[in-house]
């Protein structure tokens, strides 16, 4: 009886070894899987950082051109105010020109029409016959 629980014995003792060795096999595969994860893993990492930098880019260059296309707006209407308000002091000097040329024509206005009073009257006094035109 002692062989036959030898012989059990030592089969148990194969089928475990077998067991075992399949335990390990699938270990040594489970390593390699565990392992081509890990490297597929960290080239999945390396790409999501590539793209988060071409995303940061992205937006800090689009932040940049925002902010230069608000600072030319801004100097294109400031150069817009300080021209019109150039060009309102302009105008307001060409009137004041203009105010200061038509009080002068009036000033040689009244003196001519003053002068030629004085002649109507000189030439009737002289005369008599001369009539002064009507006014327009």
């Not at 893993?41 to 051109?65: D, L, M, P, Q």
């Not at 105010?99 to 000033?107: A, I, S, V």
């Amino acid at each position: 009886m002692n062989q036959v629980h030898e012989r059990l014995a030592n089969a148990r003792l194969r089928r475990f070894e077998l067991i075992v060795n399949q335990i390990k096999e699938s270990n040594v595969c489970i390593q390699a899987d565990m392992a081509a994860i890990k490297e597929n893993n960290a080239e999945v990492i390396a790409e999501a950082r590539r793209e988060a930098r071409s995303v940061k880019t992205i937006v800090v260059t689009t932040a940049i051109g925002s902010v230069m296309a608000i600072a030319g707006f801004n100097a294109t209407v400031l150069s817009n105010m300080v021209a019109s308000y150039e060009s309102g002091k302009s105008t307001a000097a060409a009137i004041t020109q203009a105010t200061e040329r038509l009080d002068r024509l009036q000033e040689r206005t009244e003196r001519t029409a003053a002068l030629v009073d004085a002649w109507y009257a000189q030439m009737t006094e002289q005369d008599g016959t001369i009539k002064k035109p009507s006014k327009r």
